[in-house]
């Protein structure tokens, strides 16, 4: 029995791991553009627009870090259940920070300059994804407060795992880059609207599951006579 408590403590541990793994990417990415900017390096026509109007960007950088790292152990059975405190105190920097994340994106694709690899496609899809993200931990907000915990947790997987695109996008560029080199602005936007439809896929079929479990009918425990 506690071997097998052992082996269960470790396996619930390898979702975060491999969440934290998928955000290190871009964190790292996030983490040199600020060093970037508060190192004063040159200004080129990839950086100028952050240069120009740095709030934005140091906002959606710091609100994602907080949201993709500390939202992965929002995975951890032990901390949901046993440690209902942790999750609710969690939650309470979480929800701003995704709010926070998706707002700063929706603004800096309204009102930064569109940059020469991108176009408009990839733009309606920030803004699809963005408003998307949003709504789902607004949603997930809702749910909580009308003590729906199921809904709750259903809206904030969804909300995370757009949130968690940019990892994804580096998983969906990386082959693109080996065998083709850089790809054109449609294939860009393919390539990174990818990244977001796998993760929401991938976010369904764990919400699925979750369904499943519950309409599962309890065993009767056994009595032996």
Known sequence: MNSNRKKGSKAEWLIPAGLIL??????????????????????????????????????????????????????????????????????????????????????????????????ELLNVM????????????????????????????EWMIRGYAIGLGAGTQVLTHLPWFLFFGVPDEFTRAMLMGAGWVINIMVAEWVIRRQRVRRMRPRRAPSISV
Do not use: C
């Not at 907080?66 to 105190?89: M, S």
């Not at 920030?126 to 709750?152: D, K």
């Open 126 to 153: 920030r803004l699809v994804f963005g408003s998307a993200m949003l709504l789902s931990i607004v949603l997930g907000v809702t749910a909580v407060r009308q003590r729906n915990y199921f809904r709750h947790g």
């Open 22 to 119: 998928l955000s290190l990417v871009p964190v790292i990415a996030g983490a040199a553009r600020i060093a970037e900017l508060s190192g004063g390096a040159e200004i080129t026509a990839d950086n100028a627009r952050f240069f120009a109007s740095p709030l934005p960007v140091v906002v959606h950088i710091l609100s994602v870090t907080i949201y993709a790292l500390l939202g992965a152990f929002q995975f951890v059975p032990t901390f949901r259940h046993r440690k209902p405190k942790w999750h609710r105190t969690s939650g309470r920097i979480l929800v701003p920070a995704g709010l926070a994340a998706a707002l700063s994106g929706l603004w800096m694709t309204l009102f930064y300059p569109l940059p020469e690899s991108d176009g």
